[in-house]
Protein backbone atom coordinates (compact mmCIF):
# COMPACT_ATOMS: atom_id res chain seq x y z
CA UNK A 1 0.00 0.00 0.00
CA UNK A 2 1.23 3.36 -1.07
CA UNK A 3 2.07 5.57 2.15
CA UNK A 4 -0.31 8.04 0.59
CA UNK A 5 -2.92 5.99 0.80
CA UNK A 6 -2.55 4.57 4.38
CA UNK A 7 -1.89 7.81 5.50
CA UNK A 8 -5.14 8.66 3.80
CA UNK A 9 -6.88 5.69 5.72
CA UNK A 10 -5.05 6.51 9.13
CA UNK A 11 -6.70 10.05 8.81
CA UNK A 12 -9.98 8.48 8.00
CA UNK A 13 -10.22 6.40 11.12
CA UNK A 14 -9.62 9.20 13.47
CA UNK A 15 -12.37 11.30 11.95
CA UNK A 16 -14.96 9.22 12.23
CA UNK A 17 -13.78 8.22 15.62
CA UNK A 18 -14.43 11.49 16.36
CA UNK A 19 -17.31 11.94 14.68
CA UNK A 20 -19.16 8.62 15.95
CA UNK A 21 -17.94 10.08 19.51
CA UNK A 22 -19.42 13.47 18.89
CA UNK A 23 -23.08 11.74 17.71
CA UNK A 24 -23.01 9.96 20.38
CA UNK A 25 -22.21 12.48 22.84
CA UNK A 26 -24.61 14.81 21.67
CA UNK A 27 -27.28 12.20 21.81
CA UNK A 28 -27.15 12.73 25.27
CA UNK A 29 -26.41 9.36 26.20
CA UNK A 30 -23.29 8.71 28.32
CA UNK A 31 -19.73 8.43 27.15
CA UNK A 32 -19.34 5.47 29.59
CA UNK A 33 -22.15 3.24 27.65
CA UNK A 34 -20.53 3.66 24.49
CA UNK A 35 -17.14 2.67 25.69
CA UNK A 36 -19.29 -0.67 27.16
CA UNK A 37 -21.17 -1.45 23.89
CA UNK A 38 -17.89 -1.30 22.15
CA UNK A 39 -16.23 -3.87 25.18
CA UNK A 40 -19.09 -5.72 24.60
CA UNK A 41 -18.55 -5.70 20.60
CA UNK A 42 -15.08 -6.84 21.07
CA UNK A 43 -16.03 -9.45 23.38
CA UNK A 44 -18.64 -10.90 20.94
CA UNK A 45 -16.22 -10.70 17.75
CA UNK A 46 -13.32 -12.54 19.71
CA UNK A 47 -16.09 -15.83 20.89
CA UNK A 48 -16.78 -15.31 17.24
CA UNK A 49 -13.46 -15.68 15.84
CA UNK A 50 -11.99 -18.30 18.34
CA UNK A 51 -10.21 -20.94 16.78
CA UNK A 52 -9.94 -24.45 18.80
Given at each position: ???????????????????TIWAF????????????????????????????
Amino acid sequence: MPLPHFLLLIVFVIVMAGVTIWAFASSGMPIATLGLMALIAAGVMRLMARVE
